[in-house]
Structure formats: structure tokens, C-alpha cells
């Protein structure tokens, strides 16, 4: 069964540092999504993007969040300058089409700011 | 936007006997509504979804009913067993007005523990 894959599982910074985290979605899906869960708590939605462009964006995902497709296989999300209190799980996500459709997880990576 | 409770927060059960787990939403919009499984440290799992045109979908142990009158929809989870031992979240989608992505709104999860 395809998977939507992540890299990498963990990654450990220093805070202001910049961060690039890696998925791969499915590779019939045409919607991405990132979110994070900080530890014991619930999945809270970043942003969608579709066609090249973002959808929808929380107000978590202010300027120092970007995401990209940079080719026809990758989606990364881009933390500028690092803050202790984004340190989390970040979760890759993607669908097939939109409204209605099942979104499928990656593994996520767990991104620990010192 | 949306706003999904979900109940309870934590929920024991023996191993044998059935669990449930409730969800209300507020978007009378919304007409999708998954569960997902999350063991510790790993991913959120699909494990079943409904939409809004039906009202109650089975998969073998696994239930989901949808009221959406009352915009509440529930898990139900028969014969249970230890590897159902998990945290269950409800999620419901909604995109912005005019706008064709969805992105889900997860409640706050349901610690389920299934003693043997």
C-alpha cells in the first residue's frame, strides 16, 4: 500500500536555527497538508496546498513557516528561525482529491528545539 | 470554523466488551468525518470514515454512526482487544468559504486501554 514517507524522523536544533522538513506524499495525491501535535496534545492543521500554491493556512503558520514543492515528488515545510516552543511532531499528509477524501499520514518527524 | 469535541478523554474497558467514543461538531457544513488511531509515537492511522449522505458504516469490530441533526457522530469499537489499546481522534473538515482544500479539525482524543 503507498505511504507518505518523511525525513528525517528526528532532527535536533538550536533555536534560531533554520529547519527543512521532508515528505514524500503518495504520488497520485494533488493535496498536502503539514500538521504538528506537541506531545500529549491534538493534531492541530498548518497548511494545505494545492496547484502550486497554499490553500488554507492556520494562524500557527505565520512568516517564519513556508512550504514548497520544489519538484514533482517532495513537499517541504520551512521553519526560519526556530522558537523552543516549536519543538513537536510535524505530520505530512495527502489526499487524492479534496472535499471527502481520506487524508493518509506520514510518520512524521519529531523536530526537538534546544 | 469548526470546533470538534469529542468524549471521553480517557476511556478503560475489558478485554471482550465494546467501547465508544462520541464526537460533536459545530459546521453543519461539514459532511466528512473520519477516525484515526494513533499508537504512541506513531502515525495518525485512517481506520474509518463516514460521509454525510449515510448514516452508519461497519468494518468488521470497527462502527461509525453520524446524527447530523444533532452533528454528532461516535465510534463504536466491539469485542475489543489489547492491540486496540490506542489514542482515537475524531477529525471533521472544512475549507475556507470558496475554497477547494479542507483541512481537518481533529478533537482532542480518547485514551482507550483495553485490560486483558
Known amino acids: 500500500e503507498p505511504e507518505v514517507t518523511q525525513t528525517p524522523s528526528h532532527q535536533v536544533t538550536q533555536m534560531g536555527q533554520e529547519v527543512i522538513l521532508r515528505c514524500v506524499p503518495i504520488?497520485?495525491?494533488?493535496?498536502f497538508y503539514w500538521y504538528r501535535q506537541i506531545l500529549g496534545q491534538k493534531v492541530e492543521f498548518l497548511v494545505s496546498f494545492y496547484n502550486n500554491e497554499i490553500s488554507e493556512k492556520s494562524e500557527i503558520f505565520d512568516d517564519q513557516f513556508s512550504v514548497e514543492r520544489p519538484d514533482g515528488s517532495n513537499f517541504t515545510l520551512k521553519i526560519r528561525s526556530t522558537k523552543l516552543e516549536d519543538s513537536a511532531m510535524y505530520f505530512c499528509a495527502s489526499s487524492e482529491r479534496t472535499a471527502g477524501q481520506p487524508q493518509h499520514f506520514g510518520d512524521g518527524t519529531r523536530l526537538s528545539i534546544l | 470554523g469548526e470546533n470538534v469535541e469529542q468524549h471521553p478523554s480517557t476511556l478503560s474497558v475489558q478485554e471482550g466488551d465494546s467501547a465508544v467514543i462520541k464526537c460533536t461538531y459545530s459546521d453543519s457544513a461539514s459532511n466528512y468525518f473520519p477516525w484515526y488511531k494513533q499508537e504512541l509515537g506513531k502515525r495518525p492511522q485512517l481506520i474509518i470514515d463516514i460521509r454525510s449522505n449515510v448514516g452508519e458504516k461497519k468494518d468488521q469490530r470497527i462502527a461509525v454512526t453520524l446524527n447530523k441533526t444533532a452533528k454528532h457522530f461516535s465510534l463504536h469499537i466491539t469485542e475489543t482487544q489489547p492491540e486496540d489499546s490506542a489514542v482515537y481522534f475524531c477529525?471533521?473538515?472544512?475549507?475556507?468559504?470558496?475554497?477547494?482544500?479542507?483541512?481537518?479539525?481533529f478533537g482532542k482524543g480518547t485514551l482507550l486501554t483495553v485490560n486483558p
Open positions: 477529525a471533521a473538515p472544512r475549507g475556507r468559504s470558496g475554497g477547494s482544500n479542507y483541512k481537518l479539525t
Open positions: 504520488s497520485n495525491h494533488l493535496y
